[in-house]
């Protein structure tokens, strides 16, 4: 028997915040398998940097299981016994889907570190009618647990029938929702010893490739560098972003002036950097300030003639551009970066159809820069101009659309 419980809206959580579920689910029988998703953010930064192998260390606001019970119209757990199952991605402003699947009975896996969860939820195996909360948690001043959304999937019985799925883990870092698949039990570790192996083994096979004269060895490369930086979509695993990177220079490097494949794949160089950029923050500005100069040159080289017969979103190359001069900016504090940051994202949406889906994100990144020059330039233009934008990135959404939260929030 499987029952559906959802919901739905922007709720913040700090260290102050009384201790109170955001969603409530009841159990219709003996549990037998749970699936929750949740859509939430921190505060967006910490006085520290993170650790580029694994978001999750240092991470002061999650989510807890905790039995409940009503209270005068309020719910709350008798016993203040919570059991964490999840962290968010550390000083990340951007919402971020997290899911956790559990079996009951089905044995952890060894680098499972959720054994109070786990024990937790096993003795729910005979547990009809109980309730059980949701609640966002925060630690330690500044920290702050933004919530948009919870869906939880339950499933009660005698038995499950259904296969096991193996569980992943993803951090993806674009205008697209990313999704943060963990372990049962919200386990957050690298890479395994067996995916490293892999990698090791493909970076040895690419290198060997460059060293022949096959012409084809470099879209082999190529595709290979691109595998990696999707595979990382999917793993979150840092050193498979770290070698498709590499292996994307090495295509960049070695392939023929003149190839029809050449701009695209010096295009995914540049996002790669951008993306490993974001990921390790202020010890990578090499990779920031290498993807800027890629996109400057394909912007500045390359007529908007030739971006359409090579089938190149031009209004994604100046979004991009844009987006990392506004990164920089963010360190050199100069003024001149950041106008030249409005002023490609300008473009890009001057360009971008209406109809385009890409739109609603792109006019939410020039809203969001104009914003941030307010803080230095007072000009009644800007802030009519990033209300304007916001507004009509908004209605071109959903309200159910995983952006949509935020920039209401912008707005």
Wanted: proline content about 4%.
């Amino acid at each position: 028997m499987s029952a559906h419980f959802s919901q739905v809206g922007i709720a913040h959580y700090d260290q102050h915040t009384p201790k109170r579920p955001y969603l409530v689910f009841k159990l219709s029988g003996g549990l037998r398998r749970l699936i929750v998703k949740v859509w939430s953010h921190d505060q967006g930064y910490a006085s520290n940097s993170s650790n580029p192998e694994n978001r999750f260390i240092n991470s002061h606001t999650w989510f807890a299981f905790g039995a409940i019970q009503e209270v005068e119209g309020v719910y709350e757990s008798p016993d203040n016994e919570l059991f964490e199952f999840q962290r968010n991605a550390r000083a990340l402003s951007t919402i971020q889907c997290h899911k956790n699947d559990w079996i009951i009975g089905l044995p952890a896996s060894e680098d499972d570190n959720d054994s109070s969860v786990q024990a937790w939820l096993e003795s729910l195996a005979d547990a009809e009618g109980f309730k059980i909360g949701i609640f966002p948690l925060a630690q330690y001043s500044g920290w702050v647990n933004t919530v948009w959304k919870m869906e939880v999937e339950v499933i009660c019985g005698s038995s499950v029938d259904e296969p096991l799925r193996t569980p992943q883990m993803s951090l993806q870092i674009d205008d697209n929702e990313p999704i943060i698949q963990s372990k049962r039990g919200g386990s957050h570790s690298a890479c395994s010893t067996h995916l490293r192996q892999g990698l090791l083994s493909i970076g040895h096979q690419a290198v060997e490739a460059t060293l022949q004269d096959d012409p084809h060895h470099s879209d082999q490369l190529g595709n290979m560098g691109m595998w990696l930086l999707e595979r990382f979509n999917t793993t979150g695993c840092f050193q498979t972003l770290d070698l498709g990177v590499k292996l994307m220079k090495l295509v960049v490097e070695n392939t023929p002036k003149g190839h029809p494949l050449q701009i695209h794949w010096l295009l995914d160089f540049a996002a790669g950097l951008g993306i490993r950029h974001e990921y390790t923050g202020s010890s990578s500005m090499d990779d920031l300030y290498d993807a800027i100069k890629i996109y400057e040159m394909v912007v500045h080289t390359a007529p908007a003639e030739f971006h359409v017969e090579a089938r190149i979103d031009r209004g994604l190359v100046l979004n991009n551009l844009g987006n990392f001069l506004g990164r920089r900016f963010a360190y050199s504090m100069r003024a001149e970066e950041l106008d030249q940051a409005i002023e490609y994202l300008e473009m890009a949406t001057d360009i971008t159809p209406k109809t385009d889906p890409s739109r609603g994100g792109r006019l939410n990144s020039l809203a969001r820069w104009l914003s941030e020059r307010l803080r230095y330039k007072s000009n009644m233009h800007d802030i009519d101009r990033s209300i304007e934008l916001t507004d009509e990135a908004i209605r071109g959404i959903s309200e159910i659309h995983p952006k949509y939260a935020g920039w209401l929030i912008n707005l």
